[in-house]
């Protein structure tokens, strides 16, 4: 079976720049999380999808992040413009029920903006 | 607000050795309680889970935890360590009323030696 996957796995680009980060949740699973992992914070979830729905986005930053999943089998976490720091490693999780199961997450996407 | 705290930033042990990873976390009611492990340049992948039940849980890989409530602790444990378990280990706890959220603790980086 294919895990959770994102793309691109790595991302440079420079201040300003529109940068679009992909995911593709496992077969069957209903709920999907984006999470930023950073050296001073940690992991921290971004944004809650349920059924394709978001439910939680109370951890995006600000307005520059946007997150949408138009189908069950793909999710994008879009951030414009681009700040240096923004640079973290996305990563992308699901699950069948949310948090009592456990969470796949994907091999993460590190996105450095210079 | 659930809360986790890994007292133990980084742990060095020889091979074959034993190896005990500490979490606290703080919640006021039951919580569910995971355990990840995160290979470098990797996404977590799940190592055991304690949601209610027998307080000593088996886990993948010949790890164990014990969920002490008395101290709300919920250590990991691994009687004989190998090169292949380097890596950072994330203790998360989950709260009921929101059973999609989990709160990372902030990490213990493991270094094995030969």
């Not at chain 1, 999380?33 to 109370?58: A, C, H, K």
């Amino acid at each position: 079976d294919a895990g959770v996957i994102q793309s691109p796995r790595h991302e440079v680009t420079e201040m300003g720049q529109e940068v679009t980060l992909r995911c593709k949740p496992i077969s069957g699973h209903n709920s999907l999380f984006w999470y930023r992992q950073t050296m001073m914070r940690g992991l921290e979830l971004l944004i809650y999808f349920n059924n394709n729905v978001p439910i939680d986005d109370s951890g995006m930053p600000e307005d520059r992040f946007s997150a949408k999943m138009p189908n069950a089998s793909f999710s994008t976490l879009k951030i414009q413009p681009s700040e240096p720091r923004d640079s973290a490693v996305y990563f992308c999780a699901s699950s069948r029920q949310g948090g009592r199961n456990e969470q796949f997450f994907g091999p993460g996407t590190r996105l450095t903006v210079l | 607000a659930q809360s986790v705290t890994q007292p133990d930033i980084h742990i060095t042990v020889s091979e074959g050795a034993s190896l005990e990873l500490r979490c606290n976390y703080s919640y006021g009611a039951t919580p569910y309680l995971f355990w990840y492990v995160q290979s470098p340049g990797q996404g977590l992948q799940l190592l055991l889970k304690y949601f209610s039940g027998d307080t000593l849980v088996q886990g993948i890989k010949g790890f164990e935890a014990e969920f002490k409530r008395s101290q709300s602790s919920f250590n990991l444990r691994k009687p004989s360590v190998h090169w292949s378990d380097a890596a950072e280990y994330f203790c998360a706890v989950g709260a009921l009323r929101d059973d999609y959220k989990l709160s990372f603790g902030a990490g213990t980086t493991v270094t094995v030696r030969a």
